[in-house]
């Protein structure tokens, strides 16, 4: 069964970066893109992209195309999504989520990112 | 292409409850659905994919089934529980795999 487990709590300034970590146990880590969906307060959720880790190829989603960076280490089987220029609506729940091509079956159990000066 | 849930359901316990989930661009069929069940404070967690596959774990009062017809999705909960009290959202992709959610449907248990 795969595990996938995320960074603690952060707490941003405007303008700022931050970096959310996934590290993921129990199955084949290249085999199955992992993607980073996130959820602002009392929102739905939202795909934010995905990387492939055995081909290292990334796709955004639109909205987040140019701040957002998705990237992965095999040596340790764990994903990074970093954000850029945080504002408060950046405040939010991120998400790592995996499995078979297109299917959220996996979940992390969460990172709550909160952006406030 | 989007997917539209009801806002929200309510249903009494051991009733069935069906909640839809319609997709307006591309066919229902071409591209895997998949229902996530979140509970208040909690992360969200697969309840059905692959259209109508039960993680292990999930009871069989879960299922999921499409309609070509209809263009739609539908998750099933049968025998309700108050624990079955949560937000619902159904999940799928488009031809690049890029993943697109429904709105959520908020089930209440009564």
């Known amino acids: 069964q795969v595990q996938l487990v995320q960074s603690g709590a952060e707490m941003k300034k405007p303008g700022s970066s931050v970096r959310v970590s996934c590290k993921a146990s129990g199955g084949t880590f290249n085999s199955n893109p992992m993607s980073w969906v996130r959820q602002a307060p009392g929102q739905g959720l939202e795909w934010m992209g995905k990387i492939v880790p055995i081909f290292g190829t990334t796709n955004y989603a639109q909205k987040f195309q140019g701040r957002v960076t998705i990237t992965t280490d095999e040596s340790t089987t764990t994903a990074y999504m970093e954000v850029s220029s945080l504002t408060s609506e950046d405040t939010a729940i991120y998400y790592c989520a995996s499995g078979p091509v297109g299917v959220a079956k996996y979940w992390g159990q969460g990172t709550l990112v909160t952006v406030s000066s | 292409f989007m997917l539209t849930q009801p806002h929200s359901v309510s249903e009494s316990p051991g009733k069935t409850v069906t909640i839809s989930c319609t997709r307006s661009?591309?066919?229902?069929?071409?591209?895997?659905v998949q229902w996530l069940q979140q509970r208040p404070g909690s992360s969200p967690t697969t309840v059905i994919y692959e259209d109508n596959q039960r993680p292990s774990g999930v009871p069989d009062r879960f299922s999921g089934s499409i309609d070509s017809s209809s263009n739609s999705a539908s998750l099933t909960i049968s025998g309700l529980k108050t624990e079955d009290e949560a937000d619902y959202f159904c999940?799928?992709?488009?031809?690049?795999?890029?993943?697109?959610f429904g709105g959520g449907t908020k089930l209440t248990v009564l």
């Open positions: 661009g591309g066919s229902i069929a071409t591209y895997y």
């Open positions: 999940q799928s992709y488009d031809s690049n795999n890029d993943w697109v």
